[in-house]
C-alpha cells in the first residue's frame, strides 16, 4: 500500500493545497469569494501536523468545538452541492446563528437584508479552494447508541483493507489508553473486508475458515495493553496476551452479578462464537464505569463527525432492562438506560451530532403491556435540535409474532405514532401492506409516515399499495459486507424503488453487523460490488447523484425533518461537509476512502482536519 496516498483518507491530513481560513470583517467579506480568496494568503496559526503512519480514532474536544459558537463562518471559492430543488451548485455559503443565511455565488451578495443577518463584525472566511461540500449526511437507521456504549477505549476499525490494517489502526490508538485498560474493537468490521480473506477470481467463496489477526501478531503490536475485538452480535472474538491472561482468570463481578467462570481462549487468540465470546463481552462491560461510557460517547460522536455524519435516526438494541447478562449480545443493553450518557453530554451542551431516538419492543406478550405504557407516557419528536425522541422502531413487536403484532400495528396507529417495521422476504412485505392498509382504514395513517426497511425484495404492485399509504422505504446497503453472487437475497433494489418513486432514503444499519462509515454504502449503492470486490448487485446500482439525495435530503424525511436538515439552502440549519475528495469524480475505489476535512454541525466546527 502507499501510505502517502492513503495518508489523507486515515490520517485526517489535508490535501495538497489545502483550504486556507483567517478572521476578517465583513465588509472584506463581502468584497466577493475571489478576491477574499487572493487576500488571505496564508493567514492563520500553523498547525503540528499528524505523523505519517496509521492513526488513532479522530479526536474532538468539546472546547474545539465551541469555538465557533457565535460565530459567523463564511466558505468561498467552493464546489458546494447544495442538493436543493435544483440541485445547485454554488461558489460560497454563510452561516449564521447556526443557519444558512446566504447560499449562491460572490455575485449574488447584492441582499442587504442577508448581509445584515450577521451577528458580529467579523467572520471565520474559509477559502475551500474548489474543494468539493456536501449538506452533512443523514442516516435513516443505524444503531450508533451501541457505539456509544462499546467497553474499553473502542477503535473503529471498519476501514481497514487488511491485517496489517487492523493492526495498525489498533496499535495507534495506544498513546491515548491509560496503562491497564483495554483496546477494543466491536462491530463494524469483518473479515470479508480484508485482502487476505477476498476470494480469487473465479471464486465466489471467501476462504474458510477466515485469517484474523493473531495473538502474537496483536502482542508484536501491543504488548503492554489487553486488546479485544468481537465480530458481529455474537463473535468470535480476538484477544492478545494480556487479553488472554485476563479473560481465562477474570475477577469475580460484584454480588449479585453471575460469576460465569474464566474464558476459552485459544493458543492463537480465538474465543468462540456464542457462549464463550458473549462471556468475554460481559467481563468487559462489568468493568465499565460511568466516566468510560461518557468517553465512548463522545469518541462515537467524533467519529461519526469524521465520515461526514451530522443526524441520525437510531434504532435502539434488543432491550433488555437491568445490568448486562453473561449471555447478552453485542446488541443487547439495558432499554431503560443506554442512552443516558448521551442524555448527559446533551444536557451539558457537548453533543456534536443530532440523534433522534426511536423505541423498540421485542415483547410477544399479546397484552403488550410496555408498548402500552410507551405509547401512553413518552412524546414522539421531544426533545432540542440535537437531540430528541423518535417513534416507534425497529419494531412494535417482532413480525413473526402472528396476532400480537398485528395487536402492536393497531394499538400504534390508534395513537397516532410513526411506526417502523423490519421485513426479510416479499412475504413480510405483503404482511406488511396488508396491515397498513387494514389500520389506515380503522385509524388512518396516511400522515403518519409509517416505514418498511430492510427490504430485500419488492414488486410494483406491493411498492404502489404503500406508496398510496405514504409509506417510506429506507433501502438497506449493509449487505455489502456478507452479500455473495450466490446469496439469495442480496437486499438492495435500489434501481428498481428509486424508479418507482416511492419515498425512499438509504441505511446503513451500522454498527454491528455493517459499518457507520456512509461512503461504503454509497460505494456499494452506485457499483454494486461486496467487500470482497465482486459484483452481487450491480443491476441494481443508482447515480452517486441519486445516492447522495438518498443520504441527504431524503434521509432527512426519515427524521421529519427535511424543512430543516438535508440540503443547504437558506434559513435551515447549518450542517455541511468538506470532503477530502471529490464524490463526484474519484474512481469508483477512492469512495469508500472518502472522509470529512472540516464538519460543520449547528453552525460550528465539529470536525476539522486542519482547514480552519
Known sequence: MDSDKQQPDDAGQADEGAPERRELSRKQFLVGGAAVGAAIGLGGAARAK?????????????REAKKTEGVDIALVNGNIHTMDGSNRVVSEVLISGGRFVLVGNAKDKGDKDKKDQFHDEDAIVIDLKGKTVVPGIVESHIHVVSLANRPGYHTPTENATSIPEVIATLAARRPDVPAGQWITSMGGWHPNMWIENRPVPPSTSPPNPPRYPTLAQLDAAIPDRPVFMYLGFTGPAIVNTLGKQYLENPPAPPAP?????????????????????????????????????????????????????????????????????????????????MYDP???????????????????????????????????????FFGNEMMMTGAIGEW?????????????????????????????????????????????AEFGIKDLRWVVHHVPVVTTQLLDRLKALGVGVPMKAFSWITGTPTTAINGAPFRTIVDHGIKAGIQGDGVHISTLNPWHHMHYATTGLNAGGLDINSSQNITRQEALKLFTIENAWFHRREDELGSIEDGKLADLVVLNKDYFTVPDADLKKIRAALTIVNGQIVHDTGLA
Open 257 to 337: 452479578q453471575p460469576n460465569p467462570g474464566p474464558v476459552a481462549v485459544s493458543a492463537e487468540g480465538l474465543i468462540a462464537t456464542g457462549t464463550q465470546a458473549e462471556r468475554a463481552l460481559y467481563y468487559l462491560r462489568m468493568i465499565q464505569t460511568w466516566e468510560d461510557r461518557l468517553r465512548s460517547t463522545r469518541d462515537a460522536m467524533a467519529y461519526a463527525a469524521s465520515t461526514g455524519l451530522t443526524a441520525m435516526l437510531d434504532q435502539v438494541l434488543f432491550p433488555i432492562p437491568g445490568p448486562p447478562q453473561p449471555n447478552w449480545l453485542l446488541s443487547n443493553l439495558d432499554g431503560f438506560r
Open 396 to 440: 412494535a413487536a417482532p413480525i413473526g409474532a402472528g396476532a400480537t403484532w398485528m395487536e402492536a400495528q393497531r394499538l400504534v396507529a390508534q395513537y397516532q405514532w410513526r411506526n417502523e417495521n423490519a421485513v426479510g422476504s416479499i412475504a413480510q412485505l405483503a404482511q406488511c401492506a396488508d396491515a397498513y392498509e387494514a389500520v389506515d
Open 342 to 380: 448521551w442524555l448527559e453530554l446533551n444536557r451539558r451542551g457537548e453533543t456534536i451530532v443530532r440523534l433522534q431516538t426511536n423505541f423498540l419492543h421485542n415483547q410477544s406478550d399479546p397484552a403488550l403491556p410496555e408498548l402500552h405504557e410507551r405509547l401512553k407516557n413518552q412524546f414522539q
Open 50 to 62: 499528524p505523523s505519517r503512519g496509521a492513526t488513532a480514532v479522530p479526536r474532538v474536544q468539546v
